[in-house]
């Protein structure tokens, strides 16, 4: 499994609308992309924090494909939510480490 982790910093006062907006814009986005598995937002609890983002992935040629082909189009729907640029990192998740998550993952899948 692969993760795309997105630092994204939002303006605290378009927090709904931008929920609303991902719901209805960018999940199905990722919901069409091979190898897709899920999106955990994580909002923080200090307003001028930063939104992580973290993408879930079967495999990272999926992950660099949809960078490559799709996040472009992501990015041009939320920039009018952004308080500066969103930085990626990306890691391979140790599956052995979390046995519940793959299984409810691939009973949802």
Same mark, same amino acid.
């Given at each position: 499994?692969?993760?795309?982790?997105?630092?994204?910093?939002?303006?605290?006062?378009?927090?709904?609308?931008?929920?609303? @907006?991902?719901?209805? &814009?960018?999940?199905?986005?990722?919901?069409?992309?091979?190898?897709?598995?899920?999106?955990?937002?994580?909002?923080?609890?200090? &307003?001028?924090?930063?939104?992580?983002?973290?993408?879930?992935?079967?495999?990272?040629?999926?992950?660099?494909?949809?960078?490559?082909?799709?996040?472009?189009?992501?990015?041009?729907?939320?920039?009018?939510?952004? @308080?500066?640029?969103?930085?990626?990192?990306?890691?391979?998740?140790?599956? @052995?480490?979390?046995?519940?998550?793959?299984?409810?993952? @691939?009973?949802?899948?």
């Amino acid at each position: 499994m692969f993760a795309r982790v997105l630092e994204v910093p939002i303006y605290a006062e378009k927090k709904n609308e931008l929920i609303k @907006t991902v719901r209805r &814009e960018i999940v199905p986005i990722l919901k069409q992309q091979p190898g897709f598995l899920d999106v955990l937002p994580l909002f923080p609890e200090i &307003e001028n924090e930063k939104v992580l983002a973290i993408s879930l992935w079967t495999d990272k040629r999926y992950a660099e494909k949809f960078e490559k082909e799709s996040f472009a189009k992501v990015e041009e729907i939320v920039k009018f939510f952004l @308080t500066g640029p969103v930085t990626l990192k990306v890691y391979d998740v140790e599956t @052995t480490l979390c046995d519940h998550l793959v299984e409810a993952l @691939t009973v949802a899948s």
